[in-house]
């Protein structure tokens, strides 16, 4: 019997060692590290700004010079109609004008009067002189472009910081709910030394039968809350799994051997945090990134109506080239009074006469400005709000936490002074049980605004978009 009792001891402590050795922890810093690398949406929003720094690659593309040639030659019936090659380069700037060059080599006897026979060369410029002159829609979509690119980077920054909010609410559930599993499963534990008590004082005939059934009902209580707490902290670690990922986007499911890191209740340095009320205001209006996606949107916006403003003026092109003989172009641009001899000209108009959809398009480009002005207007001061909201709370935490403190460890006097007439006979198991009810409700609501009180910590910072 010795020998089984010892062997049976020694496996025990073993299997408590192994389990206590096998318990891992998780804090604050190593989740939001989690997050920050391996979280889907982050991926993603990473992901679109490759694909608007894309966008920015195909936007320049309008801009690509162009190198062309063109050939064809005609003979009929023993006679050369015609034959001629002309390679040209056109050059797109950004001033909306257009500059050109090219050689042409035309020979036969059927062709455009028109035409030059021989090798000549020619240098050319095409200008905008009213519609299109100070924008046009590749400049405006190059410039768009790098704005939405911008406003990608600010959408990652308001995602990051949606996500990091997110997911520092469900680890401070999981720490409350496995902070009020640990005191239920202590007050079980000390409810069973109670019976255990009752039960002799019952044989020596110190109590009455019916004290060893109010502790048992007592023990029972904190048996099916340590159940209850425990559910609850299984379901907390499944929703807090929501956020933890791994390589390749494979999810991943916190197990039942990790837990909160015991120094809780000092994990959050209040001095890495911001507090200024009237600071963090300021930042936010500026700095916040759902305000700076309405900038940039405004910002969109605002070219746009430069576009749809061109609508509303005719459209007067001249276009120019200096000709030469020969393929020596840069003869021809040195050597050249410009409008006596050997050049080529063109002036195209054309103008509706209502403007009746450069008016229209131009109104509704205006008036979406309209919108998003409010939008913006009606944001800013969401945000506002929420920032003032949440320091009210912080401040109104911070100052219950130091009630429910004092209130705890009066519960907790009471309970041993109870205890300790209990010991005395002057007291009933009734009342002990009744405030140490009392004391585990206080504990439960201490533990619960502490976390309560942290979370508000971050979601302050939340608020005024500086999370990162």
């Given at each position: 019997m010795k020998t089984f009792f010892y062997t049976t001891l020694f496996l025990l402590i073993s299997i408590q060692s192994y389990a206590q050795e096998s318990l891992q922890t998780l804090n604050m810093e190593e989740l939001l590290k989690i997050v920050r690398t391996y979280h889907p949406l982050i991926t993603q929003s990473s992901i679109r700004i490759e694909k608007a720094e894309a966008e920015v690659l195909l936007s320049k593309s309008n801009f690509d010079p162009i190198l062309s040639n063109s050939s064809a030659k005609k003979t009929f019936d023993g006679k050369e109609y015609y034959g001629y090659v002309t390679p040209e380069i056109k050059i797109p700037t950004w001033f909306g004008m257009e500059i050109s060059g090219g050689l042409e080599n035309l020979s036969g006897t059927k062709f455009d009067p028109t035409e030059t026979l021989g090798k000549t060369n020619y240098a050319g410029i095409s200008i905008p002189l009213a519609k299109n002159l100070l924008m046009d829609k590749r400049r405006a979509t190059l410039k768009q472009a790098k704005l939405f690119s911008s406003l990608a980077e600010v959408e990652k920054n308001a995602l990051v910081n949606d996500v990091l909010m997110q997911a520092i609410e469900a680890y401070w559930n999981w720490v409350k709910s496995y902070q009020t599993y640990l005191v239920v499963k202590k007050n079980t534990e000390n409810s069973f030394s109670r019976v255990d008590f009752v039960?002799?004082?019952?044989?020596?005939?110190?109590?009455p039968a019916i004290d060893t059934l109010e502790a048992y009902s007592q023990y029972q209580s904190f048996q099916f809350q340590e159940n209850s707490k425990w559910l609850e902290f299984q379901n907390a670690g499944l929703n807090l799994s929501l956020f933890l990922w791994k390589n390749e986007n494979e999810p991943y499911e916190i197990p039942t051997t990790v837990i909160p890191q015991n120094n809780w209740e000092t994990e959050v340095n209040s001095s890495n945090f911001n507090f200024?009320?009237?600071?963090?205001?300021?930042?936010?209006?500026?700095?916040?990134?759902?305000?700076?996606?309405?900038?940039?949107?405004?910002?969109?916006?605002?070219?746009?109506?430069?576009?749809?403003?061109?609508?509303?003026?005719?459209?007067?092109?001249?276009?120019?080239?200096?000709?030469?003989?020969?393929?020596?172009?840069?003869?021809?641009?040195?050597?050249?009074?410009?409008?006596?001899?050997?050049?080529?000209?063109g002036l195209k108009f054309e103008m509706p006469l209502l403007f009746m959809k450069g008016r229209a398009e131009y109104k509704l480009a205006k008036l979406k400005i309209s919108e998003s002005t409010i939008d913006q207007t009606l944001k800013r001061n969401q945000i506002d709000i929420k920032i003032k909201s949440y320091y009210n709370e912080y401040l109104t935490l911070k100052s219950q936490i130091g009630l429910q403190t004092n209130m705890y460890e009066n519960y907790q006097l009471l309970v041993k002074a109870e205890e300790t007439r209990l010991l005395n006979g002057e007291s009933s198991l009734f009342l002990v049980n009744s405030r140490e009810n009392k004391a585990l409700e206080a504990l439960e609501k201490l533990i619960d605004l502490k976390t309560k009180?942290?979370?508000?910590?971050?979601?302050?910072?939340?608020s005024a978009g500086v999370l990162k």
């Amino acid at each position: 019997m010795k020998t089984f009792f010892y062997t049976t001891l020694f496996l025990l402590i073993s299997i408590q060692s192994y389990a206590q050795e096998s318990l891992q922890t998780l804090n604050m810093e190593e989740l939001l590290k989690i997050v920050r690398t391996y979280h889907p949406l982050i991926t993603q929003s990473s992901i679109r700004i490759e694909k608007a720094e894309a966008e920015v690659l195909l936007s320049k593309s309008n801009f690509d010079p162009i190198l062309s040639n063109s050939s064809a030659k005609k003979t009929f019936d023993g006679k050369e109609y015609y034959g001629y090659v002309t390679p040209e380069i056109k050059i797109p700037t950004w001033f909306g004008m257009e500059i050109s060059g090219g050689l042409e080599n035309l020979s036969g006897t059927k062709f455009d009067p028109t035409e030059t026979l021989g090798k000549t060369n020619y240098a050319g410029i095409s200008i905008p002189l009213a519609k299109n002159l100070l924008m046009d829609k590749r400049r405006a979509t190059l410039k768009q472009a790098k704005l939405f690119s911008s406003l990608a980077e600010v959408e990652k920054n308001a995602l990051v910081n949606d996500v990091l909010m997110q997911a520092i609410e469900a680890y401070w559930n999981w720490v409350k709910s496995y902070q009020t599993y640990l005191v239920v499963k202590k007050n079980t534990e000390n409810s069973f030394s109670r019976v255990d008590f009752v039960k002799r004082s019952f044989i020596n005939g110190e109590r009455p039968a019916i004290d060893t059934l109010e502790a048992y009902s007592q023990y029972q209580s904190f048996q099916f809350q340590e159940n209850s707490k425990w559910l609850e902290f299984q379901n907390a670690g499944l929703n807090l799994s929501l956020f933890l990922w791994k390589n390749e986007n494979e999810p991943y499911e916190i197990p039942t051997t990790v837990i909160p890191q015991n120094n809780w209740e000092t994990e959050v340095n209040s001095s890495n945090f911001n507090f200024d009320i009237s600071q963090l205001v300021s930042n936010a209006s500026q700095n916040h990134p759902n305000n700076l996606v309405y900038t940039y949107k405004l910002d969109a916006l605002e070219i746009e109506k430069k576009l749809k403003f061109q609508e509303l003026l005719p459209k007067i092109d001249f276009k120019y080239n200096l000709l030469g003989k020969g393929y020596d172009i840069g003869q021809t641009i040195s050597h050249h009074n410009y409008f006596d001899n050997n050049f080529q000209y063109g002036l195209k108009f054309e103008m509706p006469l209502l403007f009746m959809k450069g008016r229209a398009e131009y109104k509704l480009a205006k008036l979406k400005i309209s919108e998003s002005t409010i939008d913006q207007t009606l944001k800013r001061n969401q945000i506002d709000i929420k920032i003032k909201s949440y320091y009210n709370e912080y401040l109104t935490l911070k100052s219950q936490i130091g009630l429910q403190t004092n209130m705890y460890e009066n519960y907790q006097l009471l309970v041993k002074a109870e205890e300790t007439r209990l010991l005395n006979g002057e007291s009933s198991l009734f009342l002990v049980n009744s405030r140490e009810n009392k004391a585990l409700e206080a504990l439960e609501k201490l533990i619960d605004l502490k976390t309560k009180y942290f979370k508000t910590i971050y979601a302050l910072q939340w608020s005024a978009g500086v999370l990162k």
